[in-house]
């Protein structure tokens, strides 16, 4: 199989970023995984940090070379990661209706065919010939309102409160899980995962801007993202596969694209090995170490803002 990885992370106009993706291949099977960390509640980054390290953890442990089941890995590690998540909150006395929360999209591909699950409202988008085939349904407050014909798509982008999730990992309240049919890859597809950030206000150009060569198209995307969010602008994370052959290719070849040099606030990890799982586990002490490493370096690093 081979495919191109390009993604990109910015911190917007938050002290902190929240987001994490990941990606990581075996010889039959990918992942990718993006995860916003919910700003409301206290540290929605090491919610969306534990996302990352368990799905690494976990994939590099079962995909020898290919998973048995990718939609019950999907769920399975959804619900996983949403307990790991209030057993760090209860080790520090953190009481389960205040734990950090994220919201998280993940996809595996394998055999040729994508499957992905979501929890929230960081959203996948498959697009082919410049066409979206297919995106995730948020679970937000303004996507049940649109559901229920009380509002338009144009006023949910508007409304007052279209950044309430409905379900998220973490918390006291078990995560609703949407785990997608299995769908072919052909050659050109494109599968994009991001944040909110990036979805409030591009949803409607992705297809058209997605089908450039991905290094040209995400700098792009991400400036616009980053404009239009304003002086209050949320984290952006975005994370794009384009599929360039089929399964049963004889080279297993993988292009990655940073589109900005190393962001200590992203994590990406890529050709995971079985024997490499247990050095992913990271302690409880090790996620915090690694989180307050990210926010001294993104204070010693982060311009000046500037008032539009």
Known sequence: MQFKVAHESRIGRRANNQDRLAWGQSEQAVYLVVADGMGGHRLGEVAAQLVVDKFAHAFALEARPRLDDPTRFLRRMMHLIHEAINDHASMRAIPVSDAPRTTCV????????ATWAHVGDSRLYMIRNQRLLVRTLDHSRVQALMDAGEITAEEALVHPQRNLVTTCLGGDIAPRVDVSISREMLPGDTLALCSDGIWAHLTDILPVALSRPLERALPLIMDQAEQLNGAHGDNLSLLTLRWESAPKSANRAATEVSTRPFDP??????????ESAKELDLSDAEIMSAIESIRTNLKRNRPPETTK
């Not at 606030?265 to 079985?274: C, D, G, R």
């Open 106 to 113: 993940a996809c595996i591909i394998q055999d040729g065919r």
């Open 265 to 274: 606030s992203q994590t990406v990890i890529q050709n995971l090995q079985p």
